[in-house]
């Protein structure tokens, strides 16, 4: 299970307590983000994270082939993996997917500028002088439909690994340079851009969407049924970015009936 930019292997606790009767699970920390190092090479673009969810398979997987699931920033990775290493990939999960296809809105208008060297390090120094639980309340309510629905658990928990992560020296670049290269990925008119990959993805896959998504359009849904062979395109219309934290059992039931 591969999260989101800014995101941890937090993001699929609830998703993996409603699965955990089906599948063995494991949530990544990616490369520079959680309680993971940056990576050696330095390369944070989708293809550096997919390179470190291989490693993990191999190494702790003996390299079974795996039901993939990925959100946003995470969903581009598992289709650089799916695409390039099939033979890892027993079933594709995609929800709210960071693909090309991102139509401009007050929520993601800024992601792009922040992408701009010397402007995003400001911004990111100057988010950071915000108390953390604003800084948390304000990511919940902007990927969630309703942000009602987060426990004081969850929250509590989230809050406690913005601080250990302020301490962090990398944290900022991580998250900086992620951006950075999945938005290069936008420009990308090579044989390896996004969607000429989903095209390659011979795997049943899954693709879940939320129609109160500001980050990622659920319009993207119907060009994805144009370029996933194989897939099941779902649009959850009272959820939003996060729909395996926001709607976990709705999500569970619909990866069981697809997959079972």
Do not use: C
């Not at 995101?7 to 993971?36: C, H, I, R, Y």
């Not at 902007?142 to 658990?153: C, L, R």
Request: no cysteine; proline share 8%.
């Amino acid at each position: 299970m591969l999260h989101g930019l800014g995101g941890s292997s937090l993001n699929w606790t609830d998703l993996m307590g409603e699965l955990q009767p089906e599948v063995n699970s494991w949530a990544l920390d990616l490369p520079g983000f959680g309680m993971s190092p940056p990576p050696r090479d330095g390369n944070f673009s989708p293809l550096g994270h997919a390179r470190a969810a291989v490693d993990f398979i191999e190494r702790h997987l003996d390299a079974a082939p795996v039901h993939l699931f990925g959100n946003s920033m995470g969903g581009a990775v598992a289709v650089q993996l799916a695409a390039r290493r099939p033979d890892l990939v027993r079933t594709l999960t995609l929800i709210s997917p960071a693909l090309p296809d991102v139509s401009p809105n007050k929520a993601n208008v800024l992601l792009p500028i922040m992408a701009v060297p010397g402007i995003g390090e400001a911004a990111m120094k100057k988010s950071n002088e915000l108390p953390v639980e604003a800084r948390v309340q304000s990511t919940i309510d902007t990927v969630f439909a309703n942000p009602s629905v987060v426990t004081q658990q969850r929250f509590e928990e989230s809050v406690a690994e913005a601080l250990m992560r302020d301490e962090l020296t990398y944290a900022n670049d991580a998250f900086l340079q992620s951006l950075r290269g999945l938005l290069g990925t936008y420009f990308d008119r090579g044989r390896h851009r996004p969607w000429k990959l989903a095209e390659l993805v011979q795997t049943q896959s899954l693709l879940i969407y939320g129609l109160q998504d500001p980050l990622v359009d659920p319009r993207a849904a119907h060009k994805s049924t144009k370029y996933f062979k194989n897939a099941q395109v779902i649009v959850l219309p009272d959820s939003a970015h996060v729909s395996q934290m926001e709607k976990p059992d709705v999500v569970a039931q619909a990866w069981i009936a697809r997959f079972r």
